[in-house]
T-cell receptor, first 118, second 109 residues
């Protein structure tokens, strides 16, 4: 199956710093990538949908100036958490969509990035 | 609004069978997915149903009834490693995944 990598897997930073998370589709091209956030014991929450070469579409309540998304190529999307605060501590997961004929769209998930803001 | 319901938690015994139900109300339907997620890890794909009926894949089977807005995931011969959260997700008319909150499955020896 398709492989999606995420880097770093774990990051600890001080409050006020910015953190960049990379998401790569290793063996396929993904026109659409998704960024999710998951708090403990909760389901995935979609933050934004990222299309290659265009601006990301953010879900309601997600600050686009705080969570900067860049989808520069068909295999790479980045999420930058700017001026991180302790409440931003969470598990961030990206996924890449494979669009097949007949409308079957499967999402492949990266392994996730555990962000801890002190 | 769009809504996906699944039980919060279930407990089963090693070697037994367990059925995790999922009901949905979405704007359009382009398929239903089941994912497995172990604590601290990303979800992994289990199954995809777009037509009514049962799809069997080893110890795991998934069933769909579009008229009833209902699906279930059936796990047979439960193993301790099956302890995880199981997420139901529906692809809506915009091809966006709508996620359930997940069912935490606890396997006891």
């Amino acid at each position: 199956g398709a492989v999606v990598s995420q880097h770093p897997s774990r990051v600890i930073c001080k409050s006020g710093t910015s953190v960049k998370i990379e998401c790569r589709s290793l063996d396929f091209q993904a026109t659409t990538m998704f960024w999710y956030r998951q708090f403990p014991k909760q389901s995935l929450m979609l933050m934004a949908t990222s299309n290659e070469g265009s601006k990301a579409t953010y879900e309601q309540g997600v600050e686009k100036d705080k969570f900067l998304i860049n989808h520069a190529s068909l295999t790479l999307s980045t999420l930058t958490v700017t001026s991180a605060h302790p409440e931003d501590s969470s598990f961030y997961i990206c996924s890449a969509r494979v669009e097949a004929s007949g409308g079957y769209n499967e999402q492949f998930f990266g392994p996730g990035t555990r962000l801890t803001v002190l | 609004g769009q809504n996906i319901d699944q039980p919060t938690e279930m407990t089963a015994t090693e070697g037994a069978i367990v059925q995790i139900n999922c009901t949905y109300q979405t704007s359009g339907f382009n398929g239903l997915f089941w994912y497995q997620q172990h604590a601290g890890e990303a979800p992994t794909f289990l199954s995809y149903n777009v037509l009514d009926g049962l799809e069997e894949k080893g110890r795991f089977s998934s069933f769909l009834s579009r008229s009833k807005g209902y699906s279930y995931l059936l796990l047979k011969e439960l193993q301790m490693k099956d302890s995880a959260s199981y997420l139901c997700a529906v692809l809506d008319s915009n091809y966006q995944l709508i996620w359930g909150a997940g069912t935490k499955l606890i396997i006891k020896p």
